[in-house]
């Protein structure tokens, strides 16, 4: 097996690599440490856009990772496609409502009272409330002229249960009824990695190394920044046979070995 290289940066998937249900993965907490160690800056890079990112901050503080200030979202992601003061529907968790609050009108889609009036961007992510309600008004208020935006187009996530339907599976039962596609923020989209590059000014792509449990998402999304890819097997990915990843670990533990 070739040796890795400490890169200057670690992009850190979340889901599937560190923990599985915010249960660490075996080796997962000691692997970031020795990271660290060999002088590796680590971004937590997720595209679970429904946890606050103080929440995903205080989990990850809480088995052991200090990541204040490192971890990116595909909520924060998102934020980039919508314009200050735009009036905004948002149907997705926590963290998406917060984020798009901070710059933007938001209405809660899965609130009781009916919204009125006319929104300039529906913004849709995971989010445990999905229902009719919802997706009869995020349909009518994109058919009513707003854009549709996606934190992710995640068709399931991953957890110790085994997979259950994600964002992306909200976000196409949205475009079935309206019938358009959503702009996606998250991994491997742009937004996600000018999230990225603003991040990590003066570093190059090249320095970089992306660590993930999924090909379409993560080991795209070294491709799109014009980085190296490790895949790790204890997401939902188990057979890593058709992927072009330049390294392969069992867990993050065993990419961490190969530095
Ligand atoms: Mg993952």
Known sequence: MNKIG?????????DGV?????????????AIARLRALGAQVLFVTNNSATPVHEVEAVLKRIGIPADGCVLTSAQAAVRLVRPSERVLVCG??????QIGEIADVVVGHQEA?????????????????????LRRAAQAIKSGARFIASNDDATYPTPEG????GG???????????????VAGKPHQAMADLVRSRCANIEPSQMLMIGDRVS????????LGCKFALVLSGVTLDPSDSDADFIGRALCDIADQM
């Open 217 to 224: 998402t993560d080991g795209q999304f070294a491709k799109v």
């Open 18 to 30: 560190i923990w599985l249900g915010h249960e660490p993965i075996q080796g997962s907490v000691d």
């Open 163 to 166: 997979p259950i339907p994600g």
């Open 6 to 14: 400490v890169p200057r940066v670690v992009l850190c998937d979340l």
């Open 114 to 134: 009916e919204p009125e009036g006319v929104f300039d961007a529906v913004v849709v992510g995971f989010h445990w409330e999905f229902n009719d309600v919802v």
């Open 93 to 98: 968790g926590a963290g998406l409502v917060a």
């Open 169 to 183: 599976a909200i976000m196409d039962a949205i475009a079935a009824a309206c019938g358009q596609t959503a702009q």
